[in-house]
């Protein structure tokens, strides 16, 4: 990670998204850097991720944003497009009239948005972090509105910071686009910590599952049915505490919902095999631990089909399109 903030900002609000909590978790190092500088830190966000990081930092200071409500309806991208893009609009203006007061009430020097599109500022300096500077979709018209869409956000920001390094890239052609403004790669962002140490497996499969609803529970049904009689050891992390609870799970497997860093760090070294969601996040999580995984991109996010399929077979990571290869 190599981040340089100006000794002269002292007061930093950090807004993150809250889409699955990637974003939230991947904001953690670097929030833990500003904090060793000695800037003051307020963070942003709404739902889950505001939940997370004010247990990762219960000493600083919250606030609320406007919640994006991103909902998974339908099989393909312009669908979760057209059905999520007037709340989406809606909560990215909210969001613009909120930063202007927080800006004012707490006296900030700069923002920081981890994929937040609304918080660009006209009265300090800001960032956004983001590994998406080019969107792929299946069809031509839909590409061409998002990313045009994405591109005047994007150079909404004085500087676009992409969490990953420039050989090896993990993010591939998602972040490839010179036609966004002032960006430059930061390192792979990471909470987690490697270990040379030889840990035996506890668990012969590993679910890690995250991400927006109802996408999340419906993989989570899929995988108890699928494997309720299983003679594997079987870990579950359920990556929620606001999801319904499970109905019904089989007595032989260990269930978790949401867990700390040092959980995670732990229960992802004592897997065999680790399968979750093909979330940037995770796989950088997946590199920083020096282990591979399969990945089960979210039907219809063009983004997580493209990692799957990029990084399958380099790394140790395999695009899984049934769960029945498992």
Known sequence: MNVDVDKGVQTILYGVLNWGLGHATRSIPLIQMLISQGKTVIIASDGEALLLLGEAFPDLVTVELPSYSVTYKGQHLWQLVLYNLPNVATAIIRERRALAQLVRQHSIDMVISDS?????????????????LHLLADNRAIGYIMNRANRYFLNSFDECWIPDSTDPSYSGLLSQNPRINNQRRIGVLSRLIATTEVIE???DLGFFLSGPEPARTELERHIIDTFSQDPRRVLLVRGTNLAPSLSRQPISWV????????EINTLLLACAQVVSRSGYSSIMDYIQLGIGASLIPTPGQSEQEYLAKYLDGSYGFRWIRQLSEL
């Open 201 to 203: 497996p506890l668990y």
């Open 255 to 262: 269930v978790r919902d949401r867990i700390n860093s040092k």
């Open 116 to 132: 937040r599109f609304g918080l660009s500022s006209t009265l300090v300096k800001s960032a956004i972090i983001s590994h998406q």
